[in-house]
């Protein structure tokens, strides 16, 4: 696969956690892992930032952010790297499959979206109006005009696996584009999961792969790190294998891994090499 680059991007403000400023430390801890040479670092604002008078929250340094995370990829973007956005909330995938968009096609891109939430909430009508619950919405091209992508990805294209917390109006969208949902299955057999993972790739005729993983995606039992677990999630193995055949069956295009949020030092010790787990699985293709 190419080189990968990893792009640190701190951002805390699309949570709606009261302690969402854990991710800026997650994205922290993460960021003295990387090599020097293949770190890039996200500008992110400090300040919380409006709505601007949309209902989604924080607007304004959510813009920011994007803006500056776009700049980075631009500068990075090229057929010898594959860049990996890492650290912060799940809005922070926006810039990533916009740029992999550009770069490859929407017809040519597929997407794994390795989360717990199907992330496709309506800024109309979000409980929160938190941007992470609004990501794969705004991916898709829908949503707040501020936020949906001019470079939609396609949703025949769209995989989510490990998802379990899905809201009604969710459901409805995912029913309307005909997105499938991968379950856990079996955690004793993280082989069959991968194969599953690897065959759903094999049927869309795409030529990269994007992959998104939240780590709330995994199972509270192994990775506790994280504002919203939830019960029944993915094994540590099961996540690692089913990435781990994606990239061998696609070219890696770019990744996001988000949502890492150490509560104190004790966990982060804990946790923190799932995360780089996860990191070697993606980074495990084929060279290009």
Do not use: K
């Given at each position: 696969m190419p080189k990968p680059v990893y792009l640190v991007m701190p951002e805390w403000q699309g949570?709606?956690?009261?302690?969402?400023?854990?991710?800026?430390?997650?994205?922290?801890?993460?960021?003295?892992?990387?090599?020097?040479?293949?770190?890039?670092?996200?500008?992110?604002?400090?300040?919380?930032?409006?709505?601007?008078?949309?209902?989604?929250?924080?607007?304004?340094?959510?813009?920011?952010?994007?803006?500056?995370?776009?700049?980075?990829?631009?500068?990075?973007?090229?057929?010898?790297?594959?860049?990996?956005?890492?650290?912060?909330?799940?809005?922070?995938?926006?810039?990533?499959?916009?740029?992999?968009?550009?770069?490859?096609?929407?017809?040519?891109?597929?997407?794994?979206?390795?989360?717990?939430?199907?992330?496709?909430?309506?800024?109309?009508?979000?409980?929160?109006?938190?941007?992470?619950?609004?990501?794969?919405r705004h991916a898709l091209g829908d949503g707040s005009d501020d936020l949906a992508s001019a470079h939609p990805i396609e949703p025949s294209l769209l995989t989510l696996v490990g998802t379990r917390e899905i809201d009604p109006e969710e459901h409805e969208e995912l029913q309307r584009h005909g997105v499938p949902v991968i379950g856990a299955?079996?955690?004793g057999d993280p082989e069959a999961f991968a194969v599953r993972v690897a065959e759903r790739?094999?049927?869309?005729?795409?030529?990269?792969?994007?992959?998104?993983?939240?780590?709330?995606?995994?199972?509270?039992?192994?990775?506790?790190?994280?504002?919203?677990?939830?019960?029944f999630g993915l094994s540590v193995v099961q996540l690692t294998a089913a990435i781990r055949a994606a990239v061998a069956a696609l070219p890696l295009a770019g990744a996001s891994i988000c949502e890492?949020?150490?509560?104190?030092?004790a966990v982060a010790a804990e946790d923190l090499p799932t995360v780089l787990r996860i990191l070697s699985a993606l980074t495990s293709g084929p060279a290009a």
């Open positions: 949570s709606s956690s009261s302690r969402a400023m854990q991710l800026a430390e997650g994205a922290e801890l993460l960021r003295e892992d990387l090599p020097a040479t293949a770190r890039r670092e996200v500008e992110v604002p400090l300040e919380a930032g409006d709505a601007m008078g949309t209902p989604v929250a924080r607007l304004s340094s959510l813009l920011r952010a994007r803006r500056a995370a776009a700049d980075t990829l631009a500068d990075t973007r090229s057929d010898e790297a594959a860049p990996i956005i890492v650290g912060g909330d799940c809005a922070t995938s926006l810039a990533g499959l916009e740029s992999a968009v550009r770069h490859h096609g929407a017809e040519s891109l597929a997407v794994l979206w390795f989360d717990a939430h199907a992330d496709l909430q309506h800024p109309s009508t979000s409980p929160s109006g938190a941007a992470s619950g609004m990501t794969l299955g079996d955690p790739l094999g049927t869309l005729g795409a030529t990269h792969l994007y992959v998104h993983v939240d780590v709330d995606v995994l199972d509270p039992s192994e990775f506790a790190a994280v504002h919203a677990p939830v019960p890492f949020a150490p509560a104190d030092a």
